[in-house]
């Protein structure tokens, strides 16, 4: 028996999947063609900011931690309304390529689509957390965590606030 085509590309990863409220979502997004955008510090910069900032991502998602690389992001967060996450993310690369459309101009920023990986009840949160928040060091881009200007976790309180460049 044959099984109707399901489509190609981004689109036919999302069929089939579903966003719930209260989840926390493991989201990868890269940059179109994989350009190494945020490698500048004024792209960087003003991409951390509009990306960092709550009202990016709500009132349907919570941003729990976050790193910019030079061609892509990652991001830990929690769905808080009935919202898809396909929303939320398409929400927020809508908005962050507009803020940096001056610096980067014309290029596009975002590829189409997105990863993500919904977190099991089980899983543990601070040790994705850690995995993003790692991945400069893993990269060669940074030699300590510290040391990476652009990432952010809730867990750091309220001093840290936003990107650190």
């Not at 349907?60 to 931690?65: D, G, I, M, R, S």
């Not at 040790?127 to 030699?143: E, M």
């Amino acid at each position: 028996m044959a099984f109707p085509h399901p489509g190609s590309g981004h689109q036919a990863l999302r069929r089939g999947r579903w966003s719930e409220p209260g989840r926390i979502y493991l989201v990868t997004i890269t940059t179109y063609r994989r350009e190494p955008h945020f490698s500048r510090w004024e792209a960087a910069s003003r991409m951390s900011e509009v990306l960092a900032c709550s009202s990016t991502w709500s009132p349907h998602a919570e941003l729990l931690c976050w790193v910019l690389m030079p061609d892509h992001w990652h991001g830990l967060m929690r769905l808080t309304s009935a919202a898809t996450l396909a929303h939320v993310v398409g929400t927020a690369k809508g908005r962050s390529a507009h803020a940096v459309r001056d610096v980067l101009a014309p290029r596009r920023v975002w590829a189409q689509g997105f990863h993500d990986r919904a977190l099991r009840r089980d899983d543990d949160v601070l040790v994705a957390a850690r995995y993003i928040i790692a991945n400069p060091t893993r990269a060669g881009i940074a030699s300590r965590i510290g040391g990476y200007p652009y990432w952010d976790a809730v867990w750091l309180g309220d001093s840290a606030g936003g990107s650190r460049g």
